[in-house]
């Protein structure tokens, strides 16, 4: 499976975005996907997971009721949806696969590239 995530750009504080992450190969339906950040300096952070039918979610606390995350398994693509953005949520962010799912980037087996999300206070 390989995976494209994309959609960042600059946003002010307050401000939404909404990332997008394409998946080719035919196992995307099975996967549990998740998104994962990395600020400079810092570890690579969970965010959000979703379980391969999109029925269950997850997320950080840092995030949970400003982000969602939901996927089209038809479109082999998750999303994130991001609002009430803050400068703290700046990073690079990541989509990745499981075939177990959870909240350890170590869980997962498949990653995309990254997308670069910047907050300005």
């Known amino acids: 499976v390989q995976l494209q995530a994309s959609g960042g750009g600059l946003v002010q504080a307050g401000g939404s975005l909404r990332l997008s992450c394409a998946a080719s190969?035919?196992?995307?339906?099975?996967?549990?996907m998740g998104w994962f950040r990395q600020a400079p300096g810092k570890e690579r952070e969970f965010v959000a997971g979703i379980g391969w039918s999109g029925i269950y979610t997850y997320y950080a606390d840092s995030v949970s009721g400003r982000f969602t995350i939901s996927r089209d398994n038809a479109k082999n693509t998750v999303y994130l949806q991001m609002s009430s953005l803050k400068s703290e949520d700046t990073g690079v962010y990541y989509c990745?696969?499981?075939?177990?799912?959870?909240?350890?980037?170590?869980?997962?087996?498949?990653w995309g590239q990254g997308t670069q999300v910047t907050v300005s206070s």
């Open positions: 990745a696969g499981s075939m177990r799912g959870g909240s350890y980037y170590r869980e997962y087996e498949y």
């Open positions: 190969g035919q196992t995307f339906s099975s996967l549990g």
